[in-house]
């Protein structure tokens, strides 16, 4: 077995460990930070997002806002400081409904989230004519609005975006939101790292030493042999791997897994414009069939499922430059909590439903039904605790720390995330959201009793 020594060792190169070693090395500058994964880092489920960022979150409390308005301020300083080499753009999410009780539940939202921190909401009922509202520019991120508009003259909607449902009534569209490549973020927050002394170390982390409730070593199984590395501080970015390793230090780490698809394919016809934003349907719909494929559904017990509502929620955003066909969706409807495995597997149909429900809002994909141009389905964990919060900080054995739990939010978090983990490891001053996300905060009688009206899809698309 060969010995090493690390400053701090962080289990997992995932997005998460690789903000924190960023965070510890380069901004508090701890000089032996040592980043472990088995696997390539970002490969596991940092590669298989949507890649999207929205500083759009309910209550209770400003915790979860404030951590992701920080998050941005932090991504746009990198942005800047790089000169965008990870493409940060703000087009903001679009919300559609063609319900109008839902667009009377849209501002009174919109003014819960505006109210937390938001921004300004502005509301635009009167004509077209007289409108002031106006989209992003489909690139950068300087100078845009935040708050939100709440567009509720069905005529503005439609001249804005003309192939959207003309059934549409009302539109939110919340504005410090939009998208980035992860893998450039991450390879950016590597490659300072490492000038600043990370280093990358490719195995398994199997086991790790306590001593009197403290650690004092990480074993490592590598393809060269086995590797004790010696440290004083040890976190946990496992992804969804988090319980496992909170085993390691005995503990139970209040996590569990959900698998979630993304489907993305190429739009040849042109049906969706290349500037528009995230958007999504805000209405439960049913798949669209033909009467005969209806009755052939029908007739198998195993696919009339297919026939049955289906829930609020589905949405898409278009990938790659101007020239590119590529769009992503996704759609939650059939969420399952499992045991991560690497490679998940989908259902064969699940493009089809996808496409499917996304036409209900823009009719034109039709053209599209059975024969989905280049669709891949892949996609991965969301790593979740109860209420949909984050891990952030210290476990209850000294020197160990965690930073994971981060669901669907863990590209959008990881500055502000990675950055609060570097500064509960180096003892720095703490934000004031930081008891939020910590361990301890289930021990909280009252915090226990919030859980019980706290939703684990709270703030989850
Ligand atoms: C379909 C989909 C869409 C998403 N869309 C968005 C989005 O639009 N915006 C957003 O912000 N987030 C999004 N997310 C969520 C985001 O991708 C995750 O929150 C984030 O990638 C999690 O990062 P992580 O570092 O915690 O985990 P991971 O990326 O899984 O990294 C964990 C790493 O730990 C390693 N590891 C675990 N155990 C060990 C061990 N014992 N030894 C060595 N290595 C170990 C694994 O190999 C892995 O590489 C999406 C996720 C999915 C699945």
Redesign the pocket.
């Known amino acids: 077995m060969s010995r090493l020594t690390a400053d701090v060792v962080i ?7 690789i903000s924190a070693a960023y965070h510890l090395a380069v901004r508090q500058g701890i000089r032996r930070v040592l980043l ?4 390539e880092p ?5 590669d ?6 929205r500083n759009w979150w309910p209550g209770p409390g400003d915790s979860m806002l404030r951590f992701m308005n920080h998050s941005i301020d932090l991504l746009e300083e990198l942005a800047e400081e790089s000169n965008n080499y990870f493409g940060l753009q703000r087009r903001g999410y679009v919300f559609l409904t063609s319900r109008p009780e839902r667009a009377r539940e849209f501002e009174q939202t919109a003014r819960q989230i505006c109210d937390l921190g938001a921004g300004p909401l502005r509301v635009h009922a009167g004509t077209a004519a007289d409108s002031v509202y106006r989209l992003s520019p489909p690139e950068g991120y300087r100078d845009q609005p935040t708050g939100a508009d709440l567009v509720l003259n069905p005529e503005i909607i439609r001249q804005t975006f003309p192939f959207i449902n003309q059934n549409v009534v009302a539109m939110l569209h919340p504005r410090r939101c939009g998208w980035l490549s992860a893998q450039q973020l991450a390879s950016y927050l590597l490659e300072q790292g490492k000038r600043r002394g990370v280093q990358l170390l490719r195995g ?2 199997a086991g790790v030493s306590v001593e009197k409730n403290r650690v004092r070593s990480v074993q490592v199984e590598t393809a060269q042999g086995n590797v004790e590395v010696h440290t004083g501080a040890y976190v946990i ?5 988090l319980k ?2 909170g085993r390691m230090l005995d503990l139970d780490l209040p996590v569990y897994n959900e698998l ?3 489907l993305s394919f190429s739009d040849p016809l042109k049906i969706i414009p290349r500037h528009v934003p995230l958007m999504l349907w805000d209405d439960p719909v049913y798949l669209q069939w033909t009467e005969a494929e209806r009755r052939e559904l029908a007739a198998d017990e195993s696919t009339r499922w297919l026939l049955e509502p289906f829930p609020a929620g589905v949405h898409f955003r278009p990938e790659g430059r101007e020239d590119s066909p590529i769009v992503l969706a ?1 759609w939650t409807y059939d969420v399952r909590t499992q045991e991560p495995v690497p490679n998940p597997r989908f259902e064969p149909e699940h493009g089809e439903v996808i496409l499917r429900g996304l036409a209900n809002m823009i009719p034109g994909l039709s053209a599209y039904f059975g024969r989905l141009y280049a669709p891949v389905v892949d ?5 979740k605790t109860q209420e949909n919060r984050p891990l952030i900080g210290p476990l209850p054995v000294d020197g160990a720390f965690v930073f ?1 739990a ?8 990881s500055m502000a995330g990675g950055e609060l983990l570097a500064q509960h490891v180096s003892s720095d001053s703490l934000p004031d959201y930081a008891p939020a996300f910590l361990l301890s905060r289930y021990e909280d009688p009252v915090y226990r009793s919030l859980l019980a009206d706290w939703s684990a899809v709270s703030g989850q698309l």
């Open positions: 289990c997992g190169a995932g997005i998460c460990g472990i994964d088995e696997r970002m490969s596991f489920t940092s298989k997002s949507t890649e999207c960022y398994r982390v970015a496992a992804g969804p791997f496992q390793a979630h698809a993304k996704i996609g991965g964990y969301y790593c994971g981060v669901s669907g939010f863990g590209i959008m978090g």
